[in-house]
T-cell receptor, first 114, second 112 residues
C-alpha cells in the first residue's frame, strides 16, 4: 500500500510571503488531517476533513491559514502571509472512517520562515 | 496542568538494555492509547495501539495502560541502535472525532 505523499519536502520563504503544501492520502482513506509540529514538540492538529467536509478546524489560525480538499482526495494547506512562528514541519495524515482508527502520516514539509 | 505529560529525555542507553518510556494524562475521556515512533526527518509511524487497561505485546515492544492511574508506558526489550528515534504517546477522546492528542516526545538513543 502506498503511503501518504506530501510535497514539497522543504520550503524556505521570507515572512509575509505565501506558501502552499500538497498532500495525497492513502487510497480509500476518507479522513485527512493536517498537523503542525514545532521543533521539540508533539504534532498539533490544524484541520481534519471527512471526505471534502471540515470536521474540526478549531486550532487553525484562520486569518492566515486555509485548507481545502477538493473532490475528497488530495488536499492543500496554504499560509498567507507567513510569520516567523510558522516555522515548523507540516504533517499530513489519513485514516479510514471511524472512531479510533489509526492515523498514517506522511514525511511532512519542513517550512522555514526567515 | 497539561493534558499529556511525557518524560522529556533525551534518553541514552546501551544496546541490549530494557527501555521504559512513560506518559501521564489528565483527561479521563481518553479512550484509545497509541505509541508512535518518529525517526529524524520522517513522519510519525504507528508502533502500538490499544484501548483497554493492561499489557499488549508485539515482538520486543510492550505497551501498558493503567486507566485508573492515567498512566501509559512503552517497554522496549533488547534495544537496538535502530530503535534510536523519538517516541510519542498519543490519545484519542471518546467521541472526539478521531483527533489525536500527542505528548511532546522522548528522544531515545541506543548506543553500541
Amino acid at each position: 500500500e502506498a503511503g501518504v505523499a506530501q510535497s514539497p519536502r522543504y520550503k524556505i520563504i521570507e515572512k509575509r510571503q505565501s506558501v502552499a503544501f500538497w498532500c495525497n492520502p492513502i487510497s480509500g482513506h476518507a479522513t485527512l488531517y493536517w498537523y503542525q509540529q514545532i521543533l521539540g514538540q508533539g504534532p498539533k492538529l490544524l484541520i481534519q476533513f471527512q471526505n471534502n467536509g471540515v470536521v474540526d478546524d478549531s486550532q487553525l489560525p484562520k486569518d492566515r491559514f486555509s485548507a481545502e480538499r477538493l473532490k475528497g482526495v488530495d488536499s492543500t494547506l496554504k499560509i498567507q502571509p507567513a510569520k516567523l512562528e510558522d516555522s515548523a514541519v507540516y504533517l499530513c495524515a489519513s485514516s479510514s472512517s471511524g472512531q479510533g482508527t489509526p492515523l498514517h502520516f506522511g514525511n511532512g514539509t519542513r517550512l522555514t520562515v526567515t | 496542568q497539561k493534558e499529556v505529560e511525557q518524560d522529556p529525555g533525551p534518553l541514552s542507553v546501551p544496546e541490549g538494555a530494557i527501555v521504559s518510556l512513560n506518559c501521564t494524562y489528565s483527561n479521563s475521556a481518553f479512550q484509545y492509547f497509541m505509541w508512535y515512533r518518529q525517526y529524524s526527518r520522517k513522519g510519525p509511524e504507528l508502533l502500538m495501539y490499544t484501548y483497554s487497561s493492561g499489557n499488549k505485546e508485539d515482538g520486543r515492544f510492550t505497551a501498558q495502560v493503567d486507566k485508573s492511574s492515567k498512566y501509559i508506558s512503552l517497554f522496549i526489550r533488547d534495544s537496538q541502535p535502530s530503535d534510536s528515534a523519538t517516541y510519542l504517546c498519543a490519545f484519542i477522546l471518546t467521541g472526539g472525532g478521531n483527533k489525536l492528542t500527542f505528548g511532546t516526545g522522548t528522544q531515545l538513543k541506543v548506543e553500541l
